[in-house]
């Protein structure tokens, strides 16, 4: 069984596609909503409360887990929650 699977030429601009590759390759995202970069957190945020009409969550990372996304107050709060996740060995 031979199965051909046709890629497809998407146009995104850089803050979707850095979005949809830590998405996928994280367990935990902690975001500080910050701009330009703002735009990262907030799709990460919506993807992670995506779910389709049996309650399944439509977006999940590559170990078919979803992401959990927890929004910070300040850029120290999110740098000491990151340090905080990979020492305890999450991927983050």
Known sequence: LIIKKV???VVVDGNWA????SY???D???IFPIT???TMGEIADEWSSTEDADGKKT???LWDQELKVVEM???GGAAGALHGALV???LA
């Open 28 to 30: 935990v995202a902690y």
């Open 7 to 9: 890629a497809e030429t």
């Open 18 to 21: 850095v979005a949809h590759a």
């Open 36 to 38: 330009p970069s703002s």
């Open 88 to 90: 305890s060995g999450s």
């Open 24 to 26: 996928r390759m994280n």
């Open 73 to 75: 107050q300040s850029e």
């Open 59 to 61: 977006y999940v990372n």
